[in-house]
């Protein structure tokens, strides 16, 4: 299982969770495979250039399945024409935390250091055309916020400079953020979503916080090389379906505050659909907010 982002990161801990599982269900060791760098592409590269027999699939998110195509049009990549769906895993929720030791101590400190002429704080991200970049980018521009965008190779390591001090905030899903933030290094300050998480009920939503025109969330999926067999497909697909019923699994991802998709919404018809109206959506955002990465 391909994970196209470094290891420590939102999908990475996810795809691990799922691996596990689908494994058992299957009865065949799954080895997960960290390979970063291009916003997702070069994972997905390797994916597209490995057999279509269904022993290499890759584990991503809406980043590199819906955004990355758009944002590196040199890499001559499209989702829709390239891969082959498997099925949808978890719609998780963005947190937008602060080192403690940047002094912000809510969204309106955070607004009025961001929204000077000077660039007062960097925001780091989990890679150039990443959910956490195209994330931050958005809040910033609904926000008129005037920051430094730093790229790092994962959200792990990008969050590991936020405890460390080195970054003021990241935006990253509640998988890596939730663990993050009870060492107290770090605060979060606002959640996505129309509600609270009860692993982080201190949190306001960005509604409340006062940005409601941010409210994005991450969707991770499982993908297979184009040509696949659909017997295959549905073997992998039924494994998938499997783990959801896996007691771990369930347990797993509700301490994330990532709830399992409603059935319905799951399968690869559901996905390829998905994909399909993403990718569309995405391209109106980044070229709407004129959204670029250096290649």
Known sequence: ?????????????????????????????????NVGGGGGIIGLQKLMHAKADGYTISFGNMGNFAIAGTLYPKANYDPRRDLEPIGLVASVPMVLSVSKKSGIKSMKELLEKSQGSQKQLNFGNSGAGSTGHIS???????????????SYRGAGP????LMAGTLDAVIDQTVTMIPASKGGRILP?????????????NVPTFKEAGVPAFDMKVWNAIVAPKGTP????????????ASFSNNEVIAKMETF????????????????????????RFATLIRDNNIHVNE
């Open 1 to 33: 299982m391909i994970v196209p982002y470094a290891p420590g990161g939102s999908t990475d801990a996810l795809a691990r969770v799922i691996a596990d599982a689908m494994s058992k269900a299957l009865n065949q060791t799954i080895v997960v495979e």
């Open 136 to 150: 931050s980018v958005y809040f910033n521009s609904v926000t008129n916020g005037n920051v430094e965008q730093i």
């Open 158 to 161: 990008s969050i590991a400079d």
């Open 189 to 201: 300050i606002a959640i996505s979503g129309d509600k609270r998480v009860e692993q982080l009920p």
């Open 230 to 241: 659909s017997a295959v497909i549905d073997t992998l697909s039924a494994a998938l379906e």
């Open 257 to 280: 505050a990532a709830p399992i998709p409603p059935k319905k919404e799951r399968g690869p018809a559901a996905l390829e659909q998905l994909i399909d109206s993403e990718v569309e």
